[in-house]
């Protein structure tokens, strides 16, 4: 996979759940929609051919939502349940912000640039 192309598999999969109904990669001024998703996906390599070809991209995807109310169980374990199927590994926390809830998850992997595979990190 390359790396818009991840990037694309991210936004898609995170699009899909349709409890989410804004998803972005900006934090807004305010918020004015609820649920709302703003993701992040890093990358670097992790390994290299003899000829400098990435074959390995070690990715991370970092997923916040927030909600004005109720619980986030339900999405996160959707997103969960998506990101695992593809391989990726997560850690998950939320916090209390003065009468939002906010949930993060972090996915991580090793993408597999040939065969198109995750595996997790």
């Avoid at 998506?82 to 998850?105: H, K, W």
């Amino acid at each position: 996979m390359d790396i818009i192309n991840m990037k694309t598999i991210a936004y898609q999969t995170i699009k899909s759940v349709t409890d989410i109904k804004l998803v972005t990669t900006n934090y807004p001024d305010t918020f004015t929609v609820y649920p709302t998703a703003i993701y992040s996906a890093e990358h670097k390599s992790h390994f290299r051919d003899s000829s400098m070809n990435e074959l390995q991209t070690e990715w991370t995807i970092t997923v916040d939502i927030f909600k004005d109310q109720g619980s986030l169980t339900d999405i996160a374990n959707k997103l969960i349940a998506l990101f695992s199927a593809m391989g990726f590994s997560n850690d998950v926390g939320d916090e209390n912000l003065n009468g939002i809830s906010r949930l993060f998850i972090k996915f991580t992997g090793i993408v597999d640039n040939e065969m198109n595979r995750v595996y997790e990190n």
